[in-house]
């Protein structure tokens, strides 16, 4: 729907646009840049934000700042957004989402 696309606001489009979180091997430049994106954008957030906020998970926890992201996207009404199961070679990162919302039986609806 076209306006669903408008509950995106222009702060979660600026932060979506750069894609995933940095890894923990990032400069601190590049990561204190996407906390100051994370931080422009306020709860709660709509469904539309949550599900583009969910998608910039980045490959482990970024010294803390997915939890950030995790605890904003859970703003959003309604279920979280579907997670994959984490594969053989997961980080903890990928095993604490998957705690957190990879059981699609556990989710509201």
Do not use: K
């Not at 408008?6 to 091997?25: H, I, K, M, W, Y």
């Not at 931080?39 to 010294?63: I, K, M, N, Q, W």
């Not at 594969?87 to 699609?104: F, I, K, S, V």
């Amino acid at each position: 729907m076209g306006a669903d696309r408008s509950r995106v606001r222009p702060e979660v489009q600026v932060f979506t646009a750069d894609g995933p979180l940095p890894d923990g091997n990032s400069t601190a430049e590049e990561i204190d840049r996407r906390c100051a994106q994370l931080r422009a954008v306020s709860a709660p957030v709509t469904s539309e934000e949550a599900a583009a906020l969910a998608a910039c998970f980045g490959p482990d926890d970024c010294y803390g700042v997915a939890w950030t992201l995790l605890h904003l996207v859970e703003t959003g009404p309604g279920p979280v957004p579907v997670v994959s199961p984490p594969g053989p070679d997961a980080d903890d990162w990928h095993h604490a989402l998957w705690a957190r919302w990879g059981d699609p039986g556990d989710q509201d609806t």
